[in-house]
């Protein structure tokens, strides 16, 4: 669950929408909040939302090497009852904290990618602005005969390092102009990914995983 707190009462503002929201009204003293940290929170930790992003792909190798350690202690009668649920528990938490940044998180990028947009016949070359498991923003390269909302719309998307192409099919759910001084126009889309297979998904998260890096998270109690 998303968290935020209330700088008036202190209370704890909970949402799974915080990351879309610039304000939120706390439930508990009507205060429109405007929001600054999102705390990503499970039944043991609460960490900053930024950390855990940042540290992604660490949490990930972390969890892996705790599922190794618990399949080794699992035949072993001498590890205590005590430590295999410390394990199991420990176990749990990340799995609950990675699942939390794989619903919200949203990688917004620092490198030209291009991507291929196909749509009632037509095909063109579309740049990623930034993408989640759920969607993503893209910016097509022409202007005209752009897809409307709620057009299906077909996507392969090449990332580095992969052998070939995700397809993804997405539902466009807005379009906007992009206001700048140049004469061309510009647009950017909005899509909503639909039906995505597991492999897809997979596959966006790795990219989503090894595009971040960043310093040692902080935890609060």
């Excluded at 990930?60 to 394990?87: C, G, I, P, W, Y």
């Excluded at 498991?133 to 057009?151: C, F, M, V, W, Y």
Aim: one cysteine or more; proline letters at 5%.
């Amino acid at each position: 669950m998303l968290q935020t707190n209330c700088p008036k009462c202190k209370g704890v503002i909970e949402s799974p929408y915080l990351n879309d929201l610039k304000s939120v009204k706390c439930g508990q003293c009507q205060e429109i909040v405007t929001i600054e940290n999102v705390f990503v929170a499970t039944n043991e930790l609460t960490i900053d939302r930024e950390d855990l992003y940042n540290r992604i792909s660490r949490y990930e190798s972390l969890l892996r090497e705790v599922e190794k350690e618990r399949a080794l202690m699992a035949n072993d009668k001498r590890v205590a009852k005590e430590t295999h649920q410390s394990f199991d528990q420990f176990s749990l938490t990340l799995q609950e904290l990675l699942e939390g940044a794989r619903s919200h998180y949203r990688l917004k990028m620092t490198r030209d990618l291009t991507l291929q947009m196909d749509f009632d016949n037509n095909k063109s070359k579309v740049k990623l602005i930034d993408i989640s498991t759920s969607g993503a923003s893209i910016e097509p390269d022409l202007s005209d005969n752009l897809p409307r909302p709620k057009t299906m719309v077909n996507l392969q998307m090449t990332f580095p390092g992969f052998h070939e192409p995700l397809p993804a099919l997405a539902k466009v759910v807005w379009a906007r102009q992009l206001t700048n001084e140049s004469a061309a126009e510009r647009y950017r889309l909005g899509v909503k990914f639909v039906n995505l297979d597991e492999k897809t998904r997979s596959g966006i998260w790795r990219f989503i995983t090894a595009s971040s890096a960043g310093p040692t998270p902080s935890f609060v109690a």
